[in-house]
């Protein structure tokens, strides 16, 4: 058989990317220890062949039946997706399956065939914003312009903590950030700062955290994000909107980001269409 999926770490707070990230490592003994610390789990969203019959171009709903017929008796730690063709469902599963860490949920066409190497779907996300300070920028990976804008929320003792950052600027605008950035260079000192950016990781090619400069925490802008992963910081890179000249930096805390309440996900592998 030949199935469409994807391979998930449970935590305690739902869906963990980042312990997910953490088991791709090239050292077998590693992999062993984090497959026992942090077990991984596979859901299955279609079926593309079976017994040597390809179903690519079978549509949707065939193949739906072949799936659960195929995967009927599984048992954790293999699950079956869960789909609905109602609008109002969908509706509810979108708002309540985020509190086990889901972003969103995927539309497809009822008679759509597969097509490889095409999106024949449409992800819906959560869409939120959030007003951040600047707490610095990241270089380019040639360190000669900028990367990035980092962006920082308060907690309640006033803390300074690294959340993301933003880059979606063209070149022109990068420039003219640097330029309106660099009368601001200033180190955070320690009890200024809570999480920092930076740190070694498996993405970051050798770089570590002194490719970031920071400057004092002045400016704030409104972001949009998804996802605020683990209550700490952006699943993905947050899209800038504007600059809040309105609004004080110290203003700028985790309250105003939201938290949505929990929910168990293996309650979400047990719902069948």
């Known amino acids: 058989m030949v199935l469409d999926g994807e391979i998930i770490v449970a935590g305690p707070s739902g869906l963990d990317f980042d312990a997910l990230q953490q088991r791709i490592h090239p050292a077998e003994s590693r992999v062993r220890t984090l497959a026992e ?9 279609d079926v593309i062949a079976l017994e040597g019959e390809d ?20 048992r954790p730690p293999i699950h079956l997706t869960p789909y609905t063709r109602s609008a109002a469902v969908a509706a509810e599963w979108f708002n309540q399956f985020e509190g086990a860490g889901l972003d969103g949920v995927i539309a497809k066409s009822w008679d759509s065939p597969y097509v490889p190497g095409k999106r024949l779907w449409a992800k819906i996300k959560h869409q939120r914003t959030a007003d951040c300070v600047v707490l610095g920028w990241r270089w380019d990976k040639y360190g000669k312009t900028l990367g990035s804008l980092l962006l920082g929320l308060y907690d309640d003792g006033g803390n300074l903590h690294y959340v993301g950052h933003t880059s979606s600027f063209d070149a022109a605008t990068r420039k003219e950030l640097l330029k309106k950035l660099e009368p601001l260079r200033q180190e955070p000192t320690a009890e200024e700062m809570g999480r920092r950016p930076g740190g070694l990781s498996r993405w970051s090619r050798g770089r570590d955290s002194m490719d970031w400069q920071g400057i004092r925490p002045e400016l704030v802008c409104e972001v949009a994000y998804e996802k605020l992963q683990s209550g700490e910081r952006f699943r993905h890179a947050a899209r800038f909107l504007r600059w809040r000249v309105d609004k004080k ?3 700028c805390g985790f309250d105003q980001v939201e938290s949505p309440a929990a929910f ?7 719902v069948r269409g």
Not at 37 to 45: G, Q
Not at 55 to 74: G, H, M
């Open 37 to 45: 610390r942090t077990p991984s789990r596979f859901v299955a969203f």
């Open 264 to 270: 168990d996900l293996d309650s979400i592998f047990a």
């Open 249 to 251: 930096p110290g203003d």
């Open 55 to 74: 179903l690519r171009k079978e549509p949707l709903n065939r193949r739906r039946v072949r799936l659960e017929t195929l995967l009927a008796s599984a």
